[in-house]
């Protein structure tokens, strides 16, 4: 019994484990791909630049901002692939690159 218990325990510990880098290697292609796609109006930190959203007359939200971080992955993707209000589309994020876009912005927690 204690040696199903352990194997147990460790598939489980492996499983997590993996799913924590898959996750990470994620992140790190959504930053990648987020520099190149969206640090222009974003900032590089998530911040928006004003002086665009002053030009364009609109709010733009930080995306650290907790209404921001409280979206769900499929909401943000949605924004990068078919944009909102005066966003546009980002046509170059498609796929797994808007999964990774939007997993990284879920990193920028405040």
């Given at each position: 019994?204690?040696k199903i218990s ?6 489980v510990?492996?499983v997590?484990f ?16 987020y520099?190149?796609a969206?640090?222009?109006?974003h900032g ?23 209404a921001v ?6 909401d943000?993707k ?11 589309a ?9 999964d990774?876009v ?6 920028m927690?405040?």
């Amino acid at each position: 019994m204690k040696k199903i218990s352990g194997i147990l325990i460790c598939t489980v510990l492996g499983v997590v484990f993996s799913v924590a880098m898959a996750l990470a290697q994620d992140v790190k292609k959504g930053e990648a791909v987020y520099k190149k796609a969206c640090k222009g109006c974003h900032g590089a930190d998530g911040t928006p630049k004003a002086s665009l959203a002053k030009t364009l007359k609109i709010d733009m939200k930080d995306l650290k901002d907790p209404a921001v971080q409280a979206m769900s992955d499929a909401d943000i993707k949605k924004w990068v692939t078919d944009g909102q209000g005066k966003m546009k589309a980002v046509k170059s994020v498609k796929g797994s690159a808007a999964d990774d876009v939007a997993a990284y912005v879920k990193s920028m927690k405040k």
